[in-house]
């Protein structure tokens, strides 16, 4: 099988209409915290009120040139004592699922909270039952650390959530010289 690669950079204002295009379709949005019919304009301003100088990245994939993902680990907030903490969002686009985007936005992610980014945990939510996203997040060192009851209302219903974590699986140490 022949596959198209798969591209990765920074996302940048510019690809809002593109984020807002796939995640307008039921399959993606219902799968996140997310509401249908987002608009261009507020993925631009999220892009854009993206915290420059913090340990924060997000980052967009492309296929034959067409934004399919966004994913991002974005710092949990402004608490001191927390500050080595990250929370992890990804999304791909229903045609795009399955060809290795996540997986490809998952390990630059990882590699970038493991080397470059001072991040030690790494949080998420996933609905309890999206088995390909779970899995996905196992893979790459997320553990389950508690389910969350009837978390969020999706198409009517309020599901349940499981709170997922991965800690740093070799955290920088000092050393003398």
Known sequence: MNRSPITLRSARPTDAAAIAHYMAEPDVFGGLLQLPYPTPEGWADRVAAFPAGSNSLHLVA???GKVVA???VFSAGH?????HVSSLGISVAKDAQGKGVGSALMTA???YADRWGQILRIELNVFA?????IGLYERFGFVREGLMRKYALRDGQYVDSLMMARLHPNPPQWTDG
């Open 70 to 72: 966004s994913a991002g």
């Open 62 to 64: 492309e296929l034959d």
């Open 79 to 83: 608490h001191v004592r927390r500050r």
């Open 129 to 133: 039952d999206n088995d390909r996203a």
């Open 109 to 111: 992610l990882m590699d």
